[in-house]
């Protein structure tokens, strides 16, 4: 199957870098702050990403455990971090590097998928017309902004990029488009797939790049579908039942790109139990870090990937290659399970025991992931019990896993079940 490394790798990169970059405050920058192109300009003029290292940050991705890395090549703002023959609204211009060609080469140079971000939406190009998400809807004389724009030659130039992303840089493996809004707002019209010509555009893809995956976020069907910034409650299917791929995508502290002010972090640990909790679902999870204006990975972030990447170092087994498990979990936790191995991963930590629904019986061995302790285990079945009782008032088939007081300096405690045949 074509998604069948998405489905092992399960923990990807994100990576929104550009001119707002500079600005450090939100990506959206131009658009919350209702910045004209003149206004936006010094961000272009002053984007010179000398820290920017892209082996170095596909190295960060691997060492955090993780599997693919997403670029943004073109964000809302129209700025393409790549050299295009369609406009001079380029990195190339600019700073004289065509950053998502070192982006492709050094992922694979650490053996890491390729993936590629691309905004379908661009406020900068003058045919792009002005609807309810454009940075100057808000202007006196807004209505009379779209005269003479013509969506049908910006088409030509959002297809002409892709093609050019598609055929100059080798085998890309993943390509993430952004995004549809068809619903009207404000006396405006959104933009939907009619707009991008979706179906034309997905089969360009398939044509140039047809092991490539793509997402669902030009407003029809392709291959899996991209919750963003909140967590699914359960595995996802389509309208036939049949399970639906998914990746959540989440980001360190709100903001995709670089905000300089916005502290409001997210903990290592919550971000592992995102991670375990996607891949309980079935899912994966797209983390993103936003690089500085000149391209380095912010301290702050830079000390949460190295701690979800100790994690990860003796955890990997529970996530990589792992999925959904189908068996109640205990309150404590999640399951994820790869071939005869199950995983417990435990958000909280209880006191002398924890009690496994309906596995009496069917585990082999158990023992801690973190340091490979064997953990005693007891049965609730009155013919199965050991000198060692469980406590009273758990069903029977319960399989209770005996755990020490103190609870494993990590950032979330696994149990590694082994499970009979």
């Known amino acids: 199957m074509r998604q069948q490394w998405f489905d092992d790798a399960r923990f990807g990169m994100f ?60 964000h809302h703002d129209g700025f393409c971090l790549f050299d295009s023959a369609l406009t001079d609204f380029t990195s190339q211009m600019v700073c004289g590097r065509d950053l998502v060609r070192e982006h492709v080469e050094a992922a694979r140079a650490e053996g890491l998928r390729v993936g590629i971000y691309y905004s379908v939406i661009d406020w900068h190009h003058p045919d792009f017309t002005v609807d309810w998400n454009h940075p100057r809807r808000d202007d006196e004389n807004a209505s009379d902004l779209n005269r003479g724009r013509d969506m049908a030659r910006y088409r030509d130039y959002l297809h002409g990029q892709v093609r050019e992303l598609l055929t100059r840089y080798g ?56 919750p963003e910034q909140y967590q699914p409650t359960s595995p996802l299917v389509d309208e036939t039942g049949e399970r639906q791929i998914w990746e959540a995508c989440q980001t360190l502290n709100g903001s995709w790109g670089y905000h300089r002010d916005n502290t409001d972090q997210k903990s290592a640990t919550l971000l592992v139990q995102m991670l375990a909790d996607s891949v ?6 797209l983390l993103n870090i936003g690089p500085d204006g000149r391209g380095a990975i912010a301290p702050r ?35 994820t399970r790869r071939g005869d191995r ?49 406590p009273a008032g758990e069903a029977e088939g319960t399989l209770t896993v005996h755990l020490p007081v103190r609870r494993p300096d990590v950032l979330v405690p696994v149990i590694e079940l082994t499970l009979r045949e």
Not at 197 to 221: S, T, Y
Not at 363 to 383: E, H
Request: glycine fraction near 8%; charged fraction near 25%.
């Open 15 to 74: 990576v929104h870098f550009g001119a707002y970059s500079v600005a450090a405050r939100h990506e959206w920058v131009q658009n919350y702050e209702r910045l004209t192109d003149d206004e936006y300009r010094p961000y272009i003029d002053h984007f010179d990403p000398d820290r920017f290292d892209a082996l170095a940050i596909a190295r960060r991705a691997k060492a955090t455990g993780m599997g693919y890395v997403v670029l943004t090549a073109k």
């Open 171 to 226: 085998r890309i493996d993943y390509l993430f488009f952004d995004w549809t809004y068809p619903e009207a707002r404000d006396g405006w019209q959104g933009k939907g797939p009619q707009d991008w010509d979706a179906e034309a555009l997905l089969a360009l893809c398939r044509e140039l790049q047809p092991e490539m995956l793509v997402n669902d976020r030009l407003g029809i069907p392709a291959d899996f579908v991209t």
């Open 280 to 285: 309980s679902m079935d899912g994966n999870m």
């Open 301 to 335: 972030d830079g000390r949460t990937l190295d701690e979800i990447g100790d994690w990860m170092l003796l955890h990997r087994d529970a996530i990589i290659g792992a999925g959904h498990a189908d068996l109640r979990p205990p309150r404590e936790g999640v399951y």
């Open 342 to 390: 199950l995983y417990l991963h435990l958000f909280s930590w209880p006191l002398g025991f924890v009690h496994l629904p309906d596995l009496a019986g069917r585990v082999s061995f158990a023992r801690l992931l973190n340091d490979g302790s064997w953990l005693k285990t007891s049965t609730s079945d009155p013919d199965q019990r050991a000198e060692n009782i469980t």
